[in-house]
C-alpha cells in the first residue's frame, strides 16, 4: 500500500498546485476522467468559445436597425465543433502527459482511475488493471461537480443531453428543449437559437435566472422571450421518445400542455461529487447541497485534508477554485503560517445575450440582511456610446451605502457587462468610494465606461461630514 506526502484528487484547479516547491514531497494525482477539469473541457472554455461564435451568427440580425443590410447564410457546426475542441483537446492530453512523463514530476504518481475513500486518510483507487489503495499525511479534494438531473419519470430513456455532452453532437437539431433556466441554459439557449435552432425554455419559476437582482432576471426574462419560446411557472410531469424526438408534459398556469423539439437539454443545475468519493469514509463533513464543509483556510474537518473549488464552494466558478488553490498551496507549504480565502468580492458573468455581471449583494439580499444602501441606474441608452449600439434595454444598477459611499453590490446587463463591471470589484476589493471612484479619476469619453460613471454619480448619497 503506497503512502504519499500529498494526494490531490481532481485536475482541475488542484493541478495547479504543484510546482516546484513541492520537488521532495512524494505525491499522487487521482484523476476519474479528463485532465483539465470541467472549465477547461465542459464548462467555462469551451462554452464561451461557442458563445463568441454564437455572437458573431447572431450580429447580422441586429444590424438592420443600424442601417446595416447583413445576412446570415450559414452555420457549419462540425467546423465550429472542431475548431473548439481541436484546441481543447489536445491540452488536456498535454496536461497528462506532462505529469505522467515529465522529468519535473518524478516525485508524482499519476492514477487514472476513480478514487473513494475506505478509511481515514485511505483511498481506495479503480484502475484499469485493477484496484490501487493509497494513504497519505494530506489530501487536496478538488474534484468538482457534475450535472444533476431532475426526477422526471421517462427521462432516463428519452436520450437526452447535459452541458457535459450536447457540445459535441454531431449536427445541429432543427429545434431544442432547454429545461433549466440558471446561466447553463442561458447561455446554450443564445448558442443553439444564434445557430438558428428553435429554442423552447422551461423554467420551473417565474424568471429565468431568478439568482440575479430581481431587475436584471426581470429583463433578461423579457428579452427572451422574444427570442425563445419561455414557458415558466412550469413543472415537468413527464419524458418520452417521438418519431422526431423527444416530448416533455407539462403542467402550467393554464393546465397540462406538450413541448416537442429534436433535442433535449437538461440544465437545472449541478452537484458537488463528494458522494462520488464517499467523503464521510475518511471523516470529512459534508453540507445538505453535498458540499465539502471547510474554513477559511480551506482545510475540512480532517487535519491535513483541504478543499477547493466547486466540490467545496458554493459559488462554483473557476476563478474562485483558482484562488482558493492557491490558499491551499500556501498552507501546505506553510502550515505555520496559514492565509485565509478572501470570499468578500465573489464576481460572477452569465454569457447569453445580452450579457450579464454582478458583484456583491442584490437588493433582495440586502433587504433581508438589514444592510443600509441607496441605489441608482443607469440605461445604455443614457450614454453616447448606448446611442452607437443603439441599444435601448441594457442598464447598470449599483447599491451603496449612503453615508460612506462604500459600495456594495454592482449589476449589469448588457453588451460586455463582464469587462465593464471590473472596475467596480476593484473599487469594492481596495475601499474606494462611490464618490472618489466618480470623480478621482477621468473616464473617457465617450466609451462603454461612462455607463458606471453616470451610474456612481446619480446614486443618492448623504453629504459628506465636513471635519469641524
Not at 506532462?98 to 499519476?110: C, E, L
Not at 473549488?309 to 491551499?328: C, F, M, Q
Not at 450579457?355 to 442584490?362: E, N, P
Request: aromatic share 6%; charged share 20%; with cysteine.
Amino acid at each position: 500500500m503506497p503512502h504519499y506526502d500529498l494526494v490531490i484528487v481532481g485536475t482541475g484547479s488542484g493541478n495547479s498546485i504543484l510546482d516546484p516547491r513541492f520537488a521532495d514531497w512524494k505525491v499522487a494525482i487521482v484523476e476519474k476522467g479528463v485532465f483539465g477539469g470541467t472549465c477547461l473541457n465542459v464548462g467555462c472554455i469551451p462554452t464561451k468559445m461557442f458563445v463568441h461564435t454564437a455572437d458573431m451568427a447572431a450580429a447580422p440580425a441586429a444590424s438592420a436597425r443600424l442601417g446595416v443590410d447583413a445576412e446570415l447564410r450559414g452555420v457549419r457546426w462540425r467546423e465550429v465543433r472542431d475548431r473548439i475542441f481541436g484546441r481543447i483537446d489536445p491540452i488536456a492530453e498535454g496536461g497528462r502527459e506532462y505529469r505522467m512523463r515529465h522529468a519535473d514530476n518524478a516525485n508524482v504518481t499519476v492514477y487514472q482511475g476513480e478514487g473513494r475513500f475506505t478509511g481515514r486518510k485511505e483511498m481506495s483507487v479503480s484502475l484499469a488493471e485493477g484496484t490501487e489503495t493509497v494513504t497519505a499525511d494530506r489530501f487536496v479534494l478538488a474534484a468538482g461537480g457534475r450535472p444533476t438531473l431532475p426526477a422526471v419519470p421517462g427521462l432516463a430513456e428519452v436520450g437526452y443531453h447535459t452541458s457535459d455532452t450536447v457540445m459535441r453532437i454531431e449536427e445541429l437539431p432543427a429545434s431544442a428543449i432547454v429545461l433549466g433556466s440558471g446561466f447553463v441554459a442561458a447561455e446554450l439557449a443564445h448558442v443553439f437559437a444564434s445557430f438558428g435552432v428553435e429554442v423552447t425554455m422551461i423554467a420551473r419559476s417565474g424568471a429565468l435566472l431568478r439568482a440575479e437582482d430581481e431587475d436584471v432576471s426581470s429583463r433578461f426574462t423579457e428579452l427572451a422571450a422574444n427570442r425563445f419560446d419561455v414557458r415558466l411557472n412550469r413543472d415537468t410531469l413527464a419524458a418520452r421518445r417521438t418519431e422526431g424526438g423527444v416530448a416533455l408534459d407539462l403542467n402550467g398556469p393554464t393546465g397540462q400542455e406538450t413541448v416537442e423539439g429534436d433535442l433535449l437539454l437538461v440544465a437545472t443545475g449541478r452537484r458537488p461529487n463528494s458522494d462520488l468519493l464517499d467523503v464521510a469514509a475518511t471523516g470529512v463533513s459534508t453540507a445538505a447541497t453535498g458540499h465539502v464543509l471547510v474554513d477559511e483556510y480551506q482545510t475540512t474537518a480532517v487535519e491535513g485534508i483541504y478543499a477547493l473549488g466547486d466540490l467545496s464552494s458554493p459559488h462554483e466558478l473557476k476563478h474562485v477554485a483558482n484562488h482558493e488553490a492557491r490558499v491551499v498551496q500556501h498552507n501546505l507549504l506553510h502550515p505555520d503560517e496559514r492565509v485565509a480565502a478572501d470570499h468578500r468580492f465573489v464576481p460572477h458573468a452569465v454569457f447569453s445575450s445580452p450579457q450579464i455581471a454582478s458583484v456583491g449583494l442584490t437588493e433582495r439580499q440586502a433587504i433581508a440582511r438589514g444592510v443600509r444602501y441607496v441605489t441608482a441606474t443607469q440605461d445604455y441608452a443614457g450614454i453616447a456610446y448606448g446611442w452607437a449600439m443603439e441599444d435601448t434595454s441594457g442598464f447598470a444598477k449599483l447599491l451603496a451605502d449612503p453615508v460612506t459611499g462604500q459600495l456594495v453590490g454592482a449589476h449589469i446587463i448588457g453588451p460586455q457587462a463582464s469587462t465593464l463591471i471590473q472596475p467596480v470589484i476593484q473599487a469594492m476589493s481596495f475601499g474606494l468610494d462611490a464618490r472618489d471612484m466618480a470623480r478621482g479619476q477621468y473616464w473617457i469619453h465617450p466609451a462603454m465606461p461612462e455607463l458606471l460613471e453616470n451610474a456612481l454619480l446619480n446614486l443618492p448619497l448623504d453629504p459628506p461630514t465636513e471635519m469641524p
